[in-house]
């Protein structure tokens, strides 16, 4: 039987007088599965990954995610939950530009306390691994958007969370850029890597995404099975 890894019930959020950005959602994603969360703007897909994040806690309902109720956290345990169990990537990479390369990637794990040498071993076979160790020292400003991505991703994945969230990962990207990210996707899921992703980007989806959940008015309007990426 799979292992129930995200767990949302009932969730609603409400931020204003107006309509509620989720509405009764209940989803649940397990280990090991590459989702990718469509919609069109406005229908709730940044409030979902936020939600999961523990960057924002719902009006209702409940969020669980790793076992932990995510919900039910003040702002410092929150930031350690995503520091044991999140790995984040953005669509336009949010990395230090004052920080090397490898500095950046090192970094999540400096905050959780590893070692320096641990935090650099680690940092140095990830960048390894993306095809970028030699970039280790250079600085992100002089890098390619698809680059930066893979430091992004390495910076991300240097804690082995349980979770990978991605937000727009190829929205800041040219075409040949977001290619190169598409497969490393696929290529972090086929190695065990749990995802979820929100993104407008149909190909990727397609590409990457095991299951497909489409979001209209924050609800779910259609959530679907698609197989082994392509």
């Known amino acids: 039987m799979s292992e129930t890894l995200i767990e949302l019930r009932e969730v ?13 959602l209940t989803l649940t994603v397990n280990r090991g599965e590459s989702v990718a969360i469509l919609g069109p703007s406005g229908s709730g897909k940044s409030t979902l990954l936020n939600l999961i994040a523990g960057l924002d806690r719902p009006t209702s309902g409940t969020v669980t995610v790793a076992g932990t109720r995510v919900h039910t956290l003040g702002e ?3 930031a350690r939950y995503r520091r044991a169990h999140i790995g984040m990537v953005f669509q336009f990479f949010n990395l230090l530009d004052d ?4 500095d950046n990637v090192m970094l999540p794990a400096q905050l959780s306390g590893v070692r ?3 935090a650099r071993s680690r940092a140095e076979r990830l960048l390894t691994t993306l095809g970028i160790a030699r970039h280790a020292d250079a600085y992100p400003g002089r890098l390619s958007g698809g680059e930066r991505q893979r430091v992004a991703v390495a910076r991300a994945l240097i804690n082995e969370p349980a979770l990978l969230l991605a937000d727009e ?9 977001g290619v190169d990210v598409q497969n490393l996707i696929k290529e972090l899921h086929a190695g065990g890597q749990t995802i979820l992703m929100v ?14 959940v489409h979001l209209v008015d924050g609800q779910v309007s259609m959530d679907t099975l698609t197989g082994a990426p392509s």
């Open 76 to 78: 410092a345990a929150a």
């Open 116 to 118: 320096g040498g641990e």
């Open 12 to 24: 609603t959020r409400q931020y204003d007088e107006g309509p509620p950005a989720l509405r009764d």
């Open 99 to 102: 920080l090397t390369v490898q």
């Open 169 to 177: 990962p190829t929205g800041a990207l040219d075409t040949a850029s």
């Open 199 to 212: 993104t407008h980007d149909l190909a990727l989806a397609e590409a990457c995404a095991t299951r497909t």
